[in-house]
T-cell receptor, first 111, second 112 residues
Framework: SAVISQKPSRDICQRGTSLTIQCQVDSQVTMMFWYRQQPGQSLTLIATANQGSEATYESGFVIDKFPISRPNLTFSTLTVSNMSPEDSSIYLC????????FGPGTRLTVT | QKEVEQNSGPLSVPEGAIASLNCTYSDRGSQSFFWYRQYSGKSPELIMFIYSNGDKEDGRFTAQLNKASQYVSLLIRDSQPSDSATYLCAVKSGGGADGLTFGKGTHLIIQP
């Protein structure tokens, strides 16, 4: 399985600011995914990031709020924009072949 | 709307016994099925995946799939206290381009 790293591992941010989360994979992958896990909840897919094309967002998530970049086959970023306390979550990137593996996550707290 | 349902628990099982975790899904087009284990404060760890009807065994774990009933389960034999975690069931509709739809997870407690 691929080794996935995320930066930062955690952050505390003030409302109204933005945070960019980085995801690095140790091998080239076609598809990368971003998920959110709100406190006490399960995982929800935010968007699918395919290199060379615009990210595909799930219902309830928009590009203005969660812009995603995918500049190459080993890297992606997710930005959480104009944050509010409701954005406090763990954000996870994932890579997929037949299986999906998750990075360690970024724990975001918005105050 | 794709839905994945799990009993949230907690499910309490004595050490050494078999833990049985269940999951149902709404999308008949679902192609592949995954079980993840998540310890508190950690990211999900893939335990098993299954595509075909029937059983799939890997060590102490057995995944069971019944597409006609839209039902998938995970059996953990010889349960250990280290198996105490939240178990997430996830389904994927298509191939690699599709993300996963997760259930809310079952909190499993193995009693020493």
């Amino acid at each position: 399985s691929a080794v996935i790293s995320q930066k930062p591992s955690r952050d505390i941010c003030q409302r109204g600011t933005s945070l960019t989360i980085q995801c690095q994979v140790d091998s080239q992958v076609t598809m990368m995914f971003w998920y959110r896990q709100q406190p006490g909840q399960s995982l929800t897919l935010i968007a699918t990031a395919n290199q060379g094309s615009e990210a595909t967002y799930e219902s309830g998530f928009v590009i203005d709020k969660f812009p995603i970049s995918r500049p190459n086959l080993t890297f992606s970023t997710l930005t959480v924009s104009n944050m509010s306390p409701e954005d406090s979550s763990i954000y996870l990137c994932s890579v997929a072949g037949y299986e999906q593996y998750f990075g360690p996550g970024t724990r975001l707290t918005v105050t | 709307q794709k839905e994945v349902e799990q009993n949230s628990g907690p499910l309490s099982v004595p050490e050494g016994a078999i833990a049985s975790l269940n999951c149902t899904y709404s999308d008949r087009g679902s192609q592949s099925f995954f079980w993840y284990r998540q310890y508190s404060g950690k990211s999900p760890e893939l335990i098993m995946f299954i595509y075909s009807n029937g059983d799939k065994e890997d060590g102490r774990f057995t995944a069971q799939l019944n597409k006609a009933s839209q039902y998938v389960s995970l059996l953990i034999r010889d349960s250990q206290p280290s198996d105490s975690a939240t178990y997430l069931c996830a389904v994927k509709s298509g191939g690699g381009a599709d993300g996963l739809t997760f259930g809310k997870g079952t909190h499993l407690i193995i009693q020493p």
